[in-house]
């Protein structure tokens, strides 16, 4: 019983770090990671009520191409994207219109693997179990 106590406590602890850093520190402050090496972009993202969104997001450039990945919880910017593939990219300050166009099969193994999940990351994020998804950023 008291391991059973232990272990409750531990997976409790677990969920709300996966929270703060989900939500707290993704979510709200949403970093940049560029000077860890990381490329990054501001990606602008409609509403289905008109509403602008900007989200900051790691990216990947992989043959001329842009790409940003959907992994984890929070995925709303993901969702606006495919209802309204329209979107603003802004990258080091100048912004650009871009189409988002879900990638599968052949490529889109070609990009994960450019955009690996390692284990510390997995684990921040709670291991997420919803699938990954792609976006690339086409010029419009």
């Given amino acids: 019983m008291r391991a059973l106590k232990w272990m409750s406590g531990v997976l409790g602890f677990y969920v709300l770090l996966v929270m703060v850093f989900e939500i707290g520190y993704l979510g709200y402050t949403q970093p940049s990671f560029e000077e860890s090496g990381i490329p990054m972009l501001v990606l602008t993202t409609r509403t289905d009520s008109g509403d602008t969104k900007d989200t900051m997001l790691a990216r990947v450039d992989l043959e001329g ?16 994207a495919i209802e309204n593939p329209r979107v603003a990219v802004t990258i080091d300050g100048e912004r650009t219109e871009h189409l988002a166009v879900p ?30 998804e792609i976006l690339r950023l086409d010029n419009i």
């Fill in 65 to 80: 191409k842009i790409y940003v990945s959907a992994h984890h919880w929070s995925r709303g910017w993901h969702s606006n």
């Fill in 103 to 132: 990638v599968t099969g052949e490529e889109f193994e070609r990009v994960a693997q450019a955009m690996p999940l390692r284990l510390p990351v997995r684990f921040l994020m709670g291991f997420p179990l919803l699938p990954r």
